[in-house]
């Protein structure tokens, strides 16, 4: 399916015009990569990578051994999962690890690999680590993999699949690396180890903020109704116990997460919600604010 729907794909713009990120090229480039190795693209990273570090937890398939060993996954509301399957697009996001082998891949970039063995995956952590593209506007310069921080130092990547989250920060003139990992698909990771890194480097790091809101369900079901965006384009909202969960039309039913009674976040989409209630009775709007847009809906 892959080669074939590059047999017709037409390319947003230009080779070498500004670029995006792209999980399917990253997918793609495994994909060549075990081509042109000839070898299956799991064999290929154990052969490379995970064999000369010695990262013996880190696999596409998890061993019947290691199986009670894999956390299970959720969502960002904190509801289970299933983990993605991956074939052709095992190099965007089909390995499985543990924190102690990730940090054998960052000590490798911290310090020289020095084993006659290495020195291939040496060769390659130098190339990958320079910088290979400036910063678009608004984003970041980027390495062969790497995304490169604003300081100009720490590289970084982080990545998501079903129900699970990851992400790391290298920094060579601090000589440290941060990875956290974690059984919970939430952009609040990268987040939590942006803030580590930054305590490591001497900033004033902002603690990462978790609102523990204690509503009433009486409260809540004021809130409870149909709030219309546009005429075929409504947001129902509905309550369990002390539990908010808004449904748009045509898509999925998500739950929604309070710092006041008025105010609640969604943890899957970066968008927030404020109802506008009265001194009592039920919220006679709701307005969505999301992609720099405050959009008021009104109850039906």
Same mark, same amino acid.
């Given at each position: 399916m892959m080669m074939q729907y590059l047999a017709t794909a037409m390319l947003a713009q230009d080779p070498g015009q500004p670029s995006g990120y792209s999980n399917f090229a990253v997918g793609l480039l495994g994909e060549l990569l075990a081509m042109k190795a000839s070898l299956p693209y799991e064999q290929l990273l154990k052969q490379r990578i995970t064999d000369p570090l010695a990262m013996n937890s880190t696999s596409i398939r998890v061993s019947d051994e290691n199986l009670a060993r894999v956390a299970p996954p959720?969502?960002?509301?904190?509801?289970?999962?299933?983990?993605?399957?991956?074939?052709?697009?095992?190099?965007?996001?089909?390995?499985?690890?543990?924190?102690? =082998?990730? /940090?054998?891949?960052?000590?490798?970039?911290?310090?020289? *690999?020095?084993d006659e063995s290495q020195q291939q995956l040496a060769k390659a952590i130098e190339l990958a680590?320079?910088?290979h593209l400036p910063a678009a506007e608004g984003g970041f310069a980027m390495g062969l993999g790497w995304h490169l921080a604003r300081d100009g130092e720490?590289?970084?990547?982080?990545?998501?699949?079903?129900?699970?989250?990851?992400?790391?920060?290298?920094?060579?003139?601090?000589?440290?690396?941060?990875?956290?990992?974690?059984?919970?698909?939430?952009?609040?990771?990268?987040t939590l180890g942006e803030s580590i890194i930054q305590t490591l480097a001497g900033m004033a790091a902002e603690p990462v903020k978790i609102p523990n809101v204690q509503l009433k369900p009486s409260d809540v079901q004021r809130l409870v109704g149909d709030y219309?965006?546009?005429?075929?384009?409504?947001?129902?909202?509905?309550?369990?116990? =002390?539990? /908010?969960?808004?449904?748009?039309?045509?898509?999925?039913? *998500?739950?929604?997460?309070?710092?006041?009674?008025?105010?609640?976040?969604?943890?899957?989409?970066?968008?927030?919600?404020?109802f506008e209630l009265p001194d009592s009775g039920k919220a006679t709007s709701v307005t969505l604010h999301q992609n720099g847009r405050d959009m008021k809906a009104n109850r039906q």
């Open positions: 959720h969502r960002a509301s904190g509801d289970s999962d299933h983990e993605w399957a991956f074939d052709a697009f095992a190099g965007a996001g089909a390995i499985h690890s543990t924190v102690h =082998d990730m /940090l054998r891949f960052i000590d490798a970039h911290l310090h020289p *690999l020095q680590w320079q910088q720490t590289r970084w990547h982080n990545g998501q699949t079903g129900g699970y989250h990851a992400m790391m920060l290298v920094n060579r003139q601090l000589k440290c690396g941060v990875v956290v990992l974690s059984n919970t698909a939430t952009p609040a990771i990268d219309a965006l546009a005429p075929e384009f409504v947001l129902s909202v509905t309550a369990k116990d =002390d539990r /908010l969960f808004v449904q748009a039309t045509n898509q999925v039913q *998500l739950r929604v997460y309070p710092s006041s009674l008025t105010e609640w976040s969604y943890r899957e989409v970066d968008a927030k919600l404020t």
